[in-house]
């Protein structure tokens, strides 16, 4: 009985998973942004691939 009042009262397991969602919510943000610049940066190149090819 003690073994499962203590299994009941252990938050490790609960303490990792939340540092794990902590990690994705941030990795999703990080390659959002890092989508978003090559993007904008793409077309920055081109842009000035153009106009020197002019």
Not at 4 to 17: C, H, N, Y
Not at 24 to 52: E, Y
Request: no cysteine; glycine share 10%; proline share 0%.
């Amino acid at each position: 009985m003690n073994t499962l009042k203590r299994f009941v009262k252990d938050e490790s397991g609960a303490t990792a998973i939340e540092y794990g969602l902590i990690a994705a919510g941030i990795s999703v943000a990080i390659i959002t942004v890092v989508n978003t610049l090559g993007t904008q940066l793409k077309t920055t190149f081109s842009n000035v691939s153009s106009q020197l090819g002019k």
